[in-house]
């Protein structure tokens, strides 16, 4: 266990925010963990657990613990004719786990390629890319209660995923640390190609190997998003809208060109990217914040803003895209204050 006090996490946030933390308290072992909540429940004061900070904004400096969940490794718990199943560390880089199962050739989370963070906060955010979410690969979670230090195993139903949502995230049920995951890998071919430009980059290209659509993934990220180490920034910072078939129906009859995507008979995604770009806002900059050239979803520190800056601007593009297209933006960042 690795402690601190008056903490500067700078580095622990893809942002490159500047902020204190009261506390700061690394966890390497599980059982580590446990002891420790054993004599320090959790739930009794104010904390935060992080992964990689690649989802998080702190918009000031923190008066609490922030509790970070190193664990590591890749096991292979179990085999089959069709899947393999590997238990993962809630502490290990998540593309280390992608470019594990590629060279492996284990099918599954390669549309997830170079995804910023940890294995610890897929769960959580059900993270997604390019067609395919977290929850299509996850079997099970493993979790410590923060109260009692008691270990539980969710199953995929417990883990009540929706889109970027889980049972770990929602307000009144975050009294679990996530310790490992177990995913479910397909050992057969089983492509995912249904995002538009993949599908038009392996137009002529009937079976793409597990690699070639990794290092696909690869280039068409690193053409729209800017490198956290290099632009601060913490990916996409609003979640695509679902709205009604009606109310997209009503805005197609204004913006004929407004993409959308059939969610089911009933709902339709939007395409938050689109409905800022239309509103003129990217590439606006606004002292050491702006929103990046190539992808109007991500918000950027240009090198000294403050994430109250960054809060700011966040929420000038939300009141923008009501007032415009009367749809309501929702913050896929986590805010920390």
């Not at 909540?37 to 998080?56: A, C, D, W, Y």
């Not at 702190?58 to 664990?71: M, V």
């Not at 910023?116 to 209660?145: C, K, L, M, W």
């Not at 995929?156 to 890998?185: A, H, P």
Request: proline share 3%; glycine share 8%; net charge negative.
């Amino acid at each position: 266990m690795e402690q601190y006090f008056n903490f500067d996490i700078k580095k622990h946030n893809t942002f490159g925010i500047s902020a204190l933390a009261k506390e700061w308290i690394s966890f390497d072992d599980v059982k580590e963990l446990q002891q420790f909540i054993r004599k320090r429940p959790l739930t009794k004061e104010k904390h935060f657990v992080i992964g990689g900070g690649s989802n998080l904004l702190f918009i000031g400096d923190y008066d609490g613990a922030l509790i970070k969940a190193n664990f590591q490794g890749i096991e292979l718990l179990e085999e089959s004719e069709k899947y393999v199943y590997l238990k993962v560390g809630a502490g290990v880089i998540w593309d280390y786990f992608v470019d594990y199962c590629v060279k492996h050739n284990y099918w599954g989370a390669e549309n997830l390629s170079i995804i910023p963070g940890t294995v610890g906060a897929s769960p959580v955010q059900n993270i997604g890319a390019y067609g395919v979410e977290a929850q299509d690969i996850i079997f099970d979670v493993r979790a410590i209660n923060k109260e009692t230090s008691n270990e539980r195993i969710f199953s995929f139903d417990d883990c009540e995923f929706g889109y970027r949502n889980s049972f770990f995230k929602k307000d009144n049920k975050q009294e679990w640390i996530v310790t490992e995951v177990v995913y479910r890998l397909s050992k057969e071919a089983n492509r995912n190609l249904s995002y538009g430009p993949l599908k038009q980059l392996f137009a002529e290209v009937p079976e793409p190997s597990i690699k070639e659509i990794r290092e696909a993934i690869i280039k068409l990220r690193e053409s729209k998003l800017p490198d956290p180490k290099e632009i601060g920034n913490a990916g996409s910072f609003f979640k695509n809208p679902i709205i009604s078939i009606e109310e997209n129906n009503k805005l197609i009859q204004d913006y004929p060109q407004i993409p959308y995507y059939l969610v089911d008979i009933d709902k339709s995604k939007l395409a938050a990217g689109w409905l800022i770009d239309q509103a003129g806002w990217r590439g606006h900059e606004q002292g050491e914040v702006g929103v990046h050239q190539k992808q109007a979803l991500v918000l950027i520190n240009k090198g000294k803003a403050t994430g109250k800056e960054i809060f700011e601007l966040s929420e000038k593009i939300i009141a923008s895209i009501k007032k415009e297209f009367n749809i309501k933006l929702e913050k896929e960042v986590i805010i920390i204050d």
